[in-house]
């Protein structure tokens, strides 16, 4: 599934109820060269909406630390969900390794297992 951006409409509104500080609780104000930067509330990764509720405007320092905590959590949540309803792929066993149909002899002869 694509990710889900906020149109311009809930960006602008969500600027204008931050009045140009950062909502991540820092309340920094925002300056145009770090520039504003709108992150989901609740992750679209997991069904966040677009919407102005779960809009959040944040400075680029503090969007990038809040990314970094939570990268992990979001990829085991997106690797499980996909095991359940069977959209992982798995990868090929390793060549004459323990799962491969082949093996290699101390001769260096490759035969089936």
């Known amino acids: 599934m694509a990710r889900q951006e906020f149109s311009k409409k809930v960006k602008l509104a969500a600027w204008n109820r931050s009045g140009g500080n950062c909502e991540c609780g820092c309340g920094v104000k925002i300056i145009s ?5 709108y992150d989901h509330r609740i992750e679209d990764a ?5 919407t102005l509720e779960n809009c959040v405007v ?3 320092r503090c969007h990038d630390a809040k990314t970094r905590k939570r990268r992990p959590e979001l990829d085991k949540t997106r690797r499980l969900f996909e095991k ?3 959209a992982r792929t798995t990868s090929s066993p390793m ?3 323990r799962k491969s149909k ?3 002899k101390m001769s260096g002869e490759v035969v089936p297992r």
Do not use: F, T
Not at 33 to 37: L, Q, Y
Not at 46 to 50: A, D, M, N, R, V
């Open 58 to 60: 944040m400075r680029k």
């Open 33 to 37: 060269g770090d520039g504003p930067e």
């Open 84 to 86: 359940e309803i069977n």
């Open 95 to 97: 060549p004459c390794g």
């Open 102 to 104: 082949w093996k290699k």
């Open 46 to 50: 997991i069904g966040g909406e677009p």
